[in-house]
């Protein structure tokens, strides 16, 4: 039965073990997918921040040249006539040394740079608009195409219809003295609508903000990016997002159409998720409701203090379709084992059980003789030599243990025999005395009662007898007498009687006696 419960226990036990390794080796493969997709995430929120911290590396480039250029003549700075001139070429250098840069430029207060603002009011070809202040803005269009024009909205606190700023690239910096991002940002570049991310530094002279300096890009660069992550992960059947902390899409491979609008318009979950937006935090999701799974990876911009989100959103199917596919080929080696492990455990067990029946008779005859032999010796009954003691086993052992308990128990019946012996004969000489002390009282005190009563009986014999001769004097002196004489007579008689029946009465006693004295002497030895 214990190997039957042992085999039972080993098929048992492989089986869970299988089951723990299946369900292990799916958590480690779930892992593996999640901590690749977070890696893939990174490695992308690389790229673009790569791509942003260039365009604010140029354009606090252009922010410190143009500080020097427009610093006092006393403090090395240019004159304030070929200001305007230098200003244009620093922008247009910088535009050709990156050509992922969709435009880069330069928003000046009145008259901050050269204070000759008046001197250029409708020199669009320099970048000034109606007011004469410096406002180029050069950009360059798919073909290639460089131009320059006056920058637009740059002091306007409307809103464009995503929430963003019109002129928050300006107004931003201008007001609390940092750099800025905006995106995505709707603008109008050589007369078409695009949707731009906008990095803008703060340009100081002598401690006081004077203007920024700044660089975009298209994010048709970015959409491509987005589009081609996705297409190098589980066959393009998932989705790259990259959306700002305010909540704006800024790529999406799924719907290019989306980009400037809610992250909500694509993603049914958005509203759970804008705290991740919103702090740049590195997650793992998954949407049980959906069965997808999405990876959330920071994009850090500049030192805004802000941060992009790239979201990989795939179905979890495909994330563990390998587990899911190890897991099918770990179960069907599973029952093959358990099959096999269930046959040998069945031939185990009848192995095993035809051992025991062998074993069970051996052992179990001897057991059984040696029980019937405590039996008849718990019932006082004496028996010879057990059986099976001069085995070398564990039996032999048990038959020499009660082959004692027999030696034991014949000693302590000799013994017992001994001392009851010697208790009778102590009782017989104890009792035999104690019979003749009592026969020799007995008889003594019974010898005195005799002579007692036969002296008595002597004593009353004789007043009788002279009693007998008074009465027969006094009847022959006296007639007159005779009625009295007659009944002394009478009592005399009578007396005389019970003196005979009394030494009657005497004898017997004395019979009695002798033979209660007989018989005392009989029992003694």
């Known amino acids: 039965m214990g190997d039957f419960v042992y085999a039972g226990g080993l098929v048992l036990s492989s089986d869970q073990t299988s089951r723990f390794v299946t369900t292990n080796v799916e958590g480690l493969l779930d892992r593996i997918s999640k901590e690749s997709l977070q890696r893939l995430a990174s490695t992308q929120a690389g790229i673009v921040r790569t791509e942003v911290d260039s365009a604010f590396d140029a354009a606090r480039t252009m922010a410190r040249s143009l500080e020097v250029v427009a610093a006092k003549p006393e403090n090395a700075g240019s004159s304030p006539i070929l200001r305007r001139a230098q200003l244009n070429g620093i922008l247009l250098g910088v535009l050709k040394d990156n050509p992922r ?3 880069t430029y330069s928003a000046w207060l009145p008259d901050a740079i050269d204070g000759m603002d008046s001197s250029f009011v409708g020199r669009k070809d320099i970048g000034s608009d109606a007011t004469g202040r410096a406002l180029p803005y050069w950009t360059r269009d798919a073909g290639g195409k460089i131009a320059v024009q006056p920058l637009v909205e740059y002091d306007s606190r409307e809103l464009h219809p995503n929430g963003v700023m019109k002129g928050g690239w300006f107004i931003g910096p201008q007001t609390n003295g940092k750099e800025s991002i905006l995106a995505p940002l709707a603008y109008i570049v050589q007369g ?12 100081t002279i002598n401690g006081a903000f004077a203007g920024v300096a700044g660089a975009d890009f298209d994010l048709s660069f970015v959409q491509a990016l987005a589009e081609k992550v996705n297409a190098s992960i589980y066959g393009g059947k998932g989705s790259v997002s990259i959306v700002s902390n305010a909540g704006l899409v800024v790529a999406s491979s799924a719907n290019s159409r989306a980009i400037g609008g809610p992250f909500s ?6 509203d759970k998720e804008m705290a991740i937006l919103r702090d740049g935090e590195a997650a793992v999701r998954q949407d049980d409701e959906r069965g997808m799974l999405k990876v959330f ?8 203090g802000t941060a992009w989100s790239i979201i990989i959103t795939v179905p979890q199917a495909l994330v563990m379709a390998e587990a899911i596919d190890l897991n099918a080929s770990l179960s069907a080696r599973a029952r093959t084992d358990l099959f096999w492990q269930v046959v040998s455990a069945v031939a185990v067990t009848v192995l095993a059980l035809l051992a025991m029946a062998v074993v069970a008779q051996g052992v179990s005859g001897p057991i059984t003789r040696l029980t019937t032999a405590l039996r008849r010796m718990a019932g006082g009954e004496h028996i010879g030599e057990i059986a099976g003691a001069d085995r070398k086993d564990e039996i032999g052992d048990i038959s020499r243990a009660v082959d004692q308990i027999r030696l034991g128990l014949e000693e302590e019946g000799r013994r017992k025999a001994v001392e009851a012996e010697d208790a009778r004969q102590r009782q017989d000489q104890e009792r035999r005395a104690t019979m003749q002390t009592l026969a020799e009282g007995f008889e003594n005190a019974m010898g005195e009662v005799v002579n007692q009563v036969g002296s008595a009986s002597n004593q009353l014999s004789r007043s009788a007898t002279t009693m007998a001769s008074a009465t027969q004097r006094v009847a022959v002196e006296s007639e007159t007498a005779a009625g009295a004489s007659q009944s002394a007579s009478s009592n005399v008689q009578t007396v005389a009687s019970a003196a005979e029946e009394l ?4 004898e017997e006693i004395k019979r009695q006696v002798d033979e209660s004295a007989r018989i005392v002497a009989t029992a003694a030895p």
Not at 297 to 304: K, N
């Open 101 to 103: 840069f969709n435009g």
């Open 192 to 203: 078409k609508p695009v949707f731009l991310a906008t990095m803008s530094v703060p340009i």
């Open 265 to 270: 318009a694509i993603e049914p979950q958005a």
């Open 297 to 304: 990876a920071p994009v850090a911009l500049g030192r805004t």
């Open 503 to 506: 030494a009657s009465s005497i």
